[in-house]
C-alpha cells in the first residue's frame, strides 16, 4: 500500500521559510517523479515544483523555493523561502511512476493528504 505523508507546514510571517516533507512508503522514490501542488479553498489546484529527470517549478515560486529528496530516506522535501502571503494554501506532493515530470496533476499516481502553510502579513 502506498502512502505519503507530508509534514512541516504551520503559520509564519511574510519573508520566513518552512521545509515541508513528504515521507513515502510502498514506493521508492528513486527514479520517480515528484511534485508539489498547492490549493486554497475556491480555487483550482497548482502546480508547484516537480523533481523528476529534471526540475521544474511555477514562476510564481521560482527562485524561492526549491525541491530536493533523500533517496535513502525515501522522502522529498519543498525548502519554502521568502515566503508571501499569497502563498498561504494547503501544500500536497504526489508520485508519478514514471521519472518524467509533469506540471499536470492529473499525471500522478499517488497523493498526500496535505499540509497546511499559513503566510501572515
Known amino acids: 500500500q502506498v502512502q505519503l505523508v507530508e509534514s512541516g507546514g504551520g503559520l509564519v510571517q511574510a519573508g520566513g521559510s518552512l521545509r515541508l516533507s513528504c515521507a513515502a512508503s510502498?514506493?521508492?522514490?528513486?527514479?520517480?517523479?515528484m511534485g508539489w501542488f498547492r490549493q486554497t479553498p475556491g480555487k483550482e489546484r497548482e502546480f508547484v515544483g516537480v523533481?523528476?529527470?529534471?526540475?521544474a517549478y511555477a514562476d510564481s515560486v521560482k527562485g524561492r523555493f526549491t525541491i530536493s529528496r533523500d533517496n535513502a530516506k525515501n522522502t522529498g522535501y519543498l525548502q519554502m523561502n521568502s515566503l508571501k502571503p499569497e502563498d498561504t494554501a494547503v501544500y500536497y506532493c504526489a508520485i508519478r511512476l514514471s521519472s518524467s515530470p509533469s506540471t499536470s496533476g492529473t499525471a500522478y499516481d499517488y497523493w498526500g493528504q496535505g499540509t497546511q502553510v499559513t503566510v501572515s502579513s
Open positions: 510502498g514506493v521508492t522514490i528513486r527514479s520517480r517523479a
Open positions: 523533481f523528476g529527470a529534471y526540475t
